[in-house]
């Protein structure tokens, strides 16, 4: 998908036309609420990584569907 993604239009151009994602699609991803009190983690990565940290400030008790590690997000 990299190869099709557009910086200057924030799209993906595919066969069909173009395709962008949304805050929704985000959501879904991560399984991270898209609405509520912002998300205050520090600038340093905590001792046992970001997931255990964003899901505590959260309030979540199962895993998201993707995991925090090393600055990004993993499956």
Same mark, same amino acid.
């Given at each position: 998908m990299a190869e099709r993604w557009r910086p200057e239009t924030h799209t993906f151009h595919l066969p069909e036309?173009?395709?962008? !994602?949304?805050? /929704? %699609?985000?959501? !879904? =991803?991560t399984g991270l609420p898209i609405s509520g009190d912002a998300i205050i983690v520090p600038t340093t990565k905590p001792e046992g990584g970001w997931g255990p940290l964003i899901r505590d400030r959260l309030g979540l008790t199962c895993r998201p569907? =993707?995991?925090? /590690? %090393?600055g990004g997000l993993h499956r």
């Open positions: 036309g173009e395709m962008t !994602i949304t805050l /929704k %699609d985000v959501a !879904i =991803l569907p =993707l995991q925090f /590690k %090393d």
